[in-house]
């Protein structure tokens, strides 16, 4: 009781406190709205704002201004007691409007308000179903409100049945659409028919709706639960599936799906008593189920579904076999590895869970097993001798068995020429694949059984093998879309093979999906110089930096501090090749140089910079290895002496005739073979032409004054002035002083000058280095010890001109020729005599150097 004295003051208090309120707010007046404060849509409504009687400005009714305000809008005013005015074309919903008084140097005073409500009248309600979950269910149903009235709408829910059952239930809330009657229909009303209606109501008008049912319409039966499979022997060949239901079902229908798939398969049974084999199911696959009930074949409505269930049915032994495909890379001149591709079986192949893969190789010609393998991968290799007949089998195991071996014999991949296909080309496809298009390989294509197109990734260096792709083509085919492991920027070599009865050919190409310019150029790492050209070896782009594939490789140069236009090679893209020489660079000039990668989109940004200067070793290279190689050949030819003498022989043979004539060697001429008959005159000759300023120790200089005297004299007088007996110029070569004269010297004039002629040969022949311990003495070992020759040796001349004192003049007419007499000196060289042929030559006038012209 006092619980409920509370609740009753509450309510008082909020009623006072409302009416205060409204007393509060229109104290100064009212506003009142005809013809309702809720209207229909499109209606018109009169507003009306009246000032209480002395609540007005105070000076005077005429200084009253009336202001109407929609929400915060002015929307009309008025000088005076009170006005009305009409209001049209109100949005659906609530409105407020508020009337207020402005006097003048005062704010505005609030009056009064109201609200008006715009609204439609309630559809009729649409699709009324009524429903009852299983045997223990109850009685609900639902409906289609229609549009939105925007008022407050009430709906009413009856249901009529037999034997004047009658049930009746509310809902305040005006977006209702659902009610539940709250009781369930039971298995004696299976054959009673029931009429429902649903009824909205508003201040603006009412619909409602009605709908006749069966009791199998209403009853709805539960899904099926506790669904489970068995498989008999473990086997996929029959499958039970088994589940629960209420009593009164009478069908059920079925319905599973490969889990990756979204199509369902449909199987009805009646009377099926909660189960049902299944007999087309596939090994190892997932598969989904679900159950559906119905009370009635033709009458009701079917359950909701069950929960699905999700299983895996048992393995199988594998059929079908495995794709097989192979490449091969050079190991050695003897040697090749193979390396053995294979693609998965797929699920209906491969019927369970695969372990491993066997792989064996067999040398055909000895049938012999070399190797045999368990792999959990799908590729293996091995490394097989070049000669030989090679074959090898790969087959998949799973728990069950093994499929059927894989047969392929292993030869060169693109040896037969005639099978290369034609004219491949490629072009993008799409986002990430790629067209490649070819023509059959000519005479040869009748032959070919099929095409085979692979592709891999292009690695930077080609150093490592990457997963290899291919796809099996039929014979008639042109063209193959790749779209498997195909990435956007990525360059593959593509391969084109035509496969005939033991043979294939292939043609190579590079392709890519997408390309853009390469991020940068490459790196070069070093350069240096061989033989006169420059070597400039670089790094190979990574390949995410290649963004496709790279065409061709530019290396720039230019001088140093240089404003000329950079100078640059191209070079074809090999993915092996990371040098490339360089032959125009000039020596001693320091050069910039950088690299640049291009592809079909554009040329990238250049690489880093690396200076050079090529250094001039050019002329040294060209002349000293040459000169060496030629010093050895001609040292080695003349340490043979049989080689020396003939080329002295040929050189004597060669010599112009103006250098072919030599004076005879003084030793052996008549004149010195009577050297013991004059030694006594001679000896008298020598210290006469003693030159004043030598030493007394020091042997005199020898003269010889008759063979220059009878040069004079022959000169003076010539007995003959033919063209032949003339006296010819003379010639000094290397090593020999030479005085020509046309014919031997009388006897006397041989017999007086034999001596000194003797004395001066001697005299001559020593000039040179000092001998050899050991040697044997020269004509000059008696000279004295203080005898210093100079390099330049000379000859004192004798200064009168006349023949020594007992030297006899020719006879006239006496046919006088000049004598040759020749100066072997070995050690050096004389120069050419400086004199012209006159009376005498002496030996100061004779000068012996080292100079190798000889004149």
Not at 42 to 63: A, D, E, L
Request: aromatic share 8%.
């Amino acid at each position: 009781m006092a619980i409920r004295g509370c609740s009753l003051a509450l309510v008082f208090t909020i009623m006072w406190l409302s009416i205060k309120a409204k007393i509060d707010v229109c104290k100064r007046g009212d506003v009142t709205v005809k013809p309702s404060h809720v209207i229909s849509l499109g209606s018109t409504v009169n507003i009306s704002c009246t000032v209480k009687p002395k609540k007005g400005c105070q000076n005077s009714s005429s200084f009253n201004r009336l202001i109407l305000y929609e929400f915060n809008r002015t929307i009309c005013f008025h000088h005076g007691d009170s006005f009305t005015t009409q209001v049209t074309d109100l949005p659906l919903g609530t409105t407020l409007f508020v009337c207020k008084l402005a006097c003048i140097h005062e704010n505005e005073f609030q009056i009064c308000g109201a609200e008006i409500s715009v609204g439609v009248v309630p559809e009729q309600p649409q699709g009324l179903s009524c429903m009852q979950k299983g045997e223990r269910g109850t009685v609900a149903c639902t409906w289609d409100r229609g549009r939105e009235t925007h008022l407050y709408t009430k709906y009413t829910l009856e249901l009529n049945g037999p034997k004047i059952l009658s049930w009746k239930k509310q809902c305040n809330d005006q977006y209702c659409d659902h009610l539940d009657f709250g009781f369930n229909l039971t298995p004696e009303l299976h054959g009673s028919n029931f009429i429902v209606k649903v009824t909205a109501i508003n201040m603006l008008g009412n619909s409602s709706l009605a709908s006749m049912f069966t009791f199998l319409d209403i009853v709805r039966p539960l899904p099926p639960w506790d669904i489970g499979i068995m498989f008999l022997n473990a086997s996929v060949s029959r499958c039970i599936l088994q589940w629960r239901d209420e009593e009164w079902v009478l069908l059920n229908r079925l319905r599973y799906r490969l889990s990756s798939s979204r199509s369902w398969k449909m199987v009805n049974v009646t009377n099926a008593r909660g189960r049902h084999d299944l007999l087309d199911l596939k090994p190892f696959t997932d598969y989904e189920f679900q159950v559906s009930s119905k009370l009635h074949p033709y009458q009701g409505s079917w359950s909701d579904w069950s929960e699905p269930l999700r299983t895996q049915t048992p393995e199988e032994e594998p059929t079908g076999t495995l794709d097989v495909w192979y490449t091969k890379e050079h190991v050695d001149d003897n040697k090749e590895r193979v390396f053995l591709f294979w693609k998965n079986l797929s699920a209906s192949e491969a019927r369970g869970r695969i372990l491993y893969y066997q792989v064996t190789l067999q040398e055909m010609a000895k049938r012999k097993t070399i190797a045999q393998n368990f792999t959990r991968h799908t590729s293996w290799t091995w490394v097989i001798p070049r000669t030989g007949n090679w074959a090898t089998t790969v087959s998949a195991a799973n728990s069950k068995g093994s499929s059927l071996p894989t047969h392929i014999n292993i030869t060169d991949l693109c040896v037969a020429g005639l099978l290369a296909p034609h004219q491949v080309s490629v072009n993008p496809e799409g986002t990430d694949s790629i067209l490649v298009t070819w023509q059959p390989p000519g005479k040869a294509a009748p032959a070919v059984l099929e095409y085979v197109v692979e592709w891999k990734e292009l690695l930077p260096g080609g150093s490592t093998q990457p997963p290899l792709n291919w796809l099996r083509l039929p014979p008639y085919s042109v063209s193959a879309v790749l779209s498997e492991n195909i990435q956007s920027y990525v360059c593959y070599k593509i391969r084109v093979h035509a496969l005939s009865a033991g043979q294939m050919g292939c043609s190579s190409i590079l392709g890519n999906s997408k390309h853009k310019a390469p991020l940068r150029g490459p790196h070069i790492n070093s350069i240096t110089e061989d033989k006169g050209r420059v070597l400039i070896s670089w790094d190979h782009l990574p390949a995410k930096e290649q963004r496709g594939c790279i065409l061709h490789y530019r290396i720039h140069w230019k001088e140093r501090d240089s404003n000329s236009q950079p100078q640059f090679c191209e070079i074809p893209y090999r993915v092996s090749q990371n040098s490339h020489p360089i032959h125009s660079l000039q020596p001693q000039v320091r050069y910039v140089l950088w690299m640049t990668a291009r592809t079909a989109a554009g040329e990238s940004p250049p690489g880093n910079e690396r200076e050079f200067r090529l250094p001039d070793k050019s002329n040294w290279n060209m002349f000293v290895a040459p000169s060496i190689c030629v010093a050895v050949i001609i040292t080695g030819l003349f340490s043979v002496r049989y080689i020396r003498q003939k080329v002295f022989v040929l050189l004597s043979a060669l010599r112009p005739q103006w250098c072919s004539r030599k004076i005879p060697d003084p030793a052996n001429s008549t004149w010195a073979k009577n050297y013991p008959i004059v030694e006594e005159q001679t000896q008298l000759l020598s210290e006469r032409l003693r030159s004043p300023w030598t030493s007394p120790d020091e042997p005199e200089p020898l003269v010889i004054s008759e063979v220059i005297h009878l040069v004079t004299a022959l000169r003076r007088h010539p007995p003959h002035p033919t063209g032949s007996e003339r006296v010819q110029d003379h010639c000094i070569s290397e090593g020999d002083a030479v005085l020509s004269a046309p014919g031997p010297l009388p006897p006397r004039a041989l017999a007086v000058e034999a001596r000194p002629a003797v004395d001066l040969y001697k005299m001559l022949g020593t000039r040179g280095p000092d001998p050899k311990p050991g040697s044997p003495a020269g004509p000059m070992t008696d000279l004295p010890v203080d005898y210093i020759p100079t390099h330049e040796g000379y000859l004192p001349s004798n200064t009168d001109g006349r023949p020594p004192s007992g030297a006899p003049l020719p006879e006239p007419g006496e046919d006088l020729q000049l004598q040759h007499i020749s100066f072997s000196v070995f050690s050096s060289s004389v120069h050419q005599l400086p004199f012209s042929c006159g009376e005498k030559l002496t030996l100061d006038q004779l000068k012996m150097g080292c100079d190798p012209l000889g004149l």
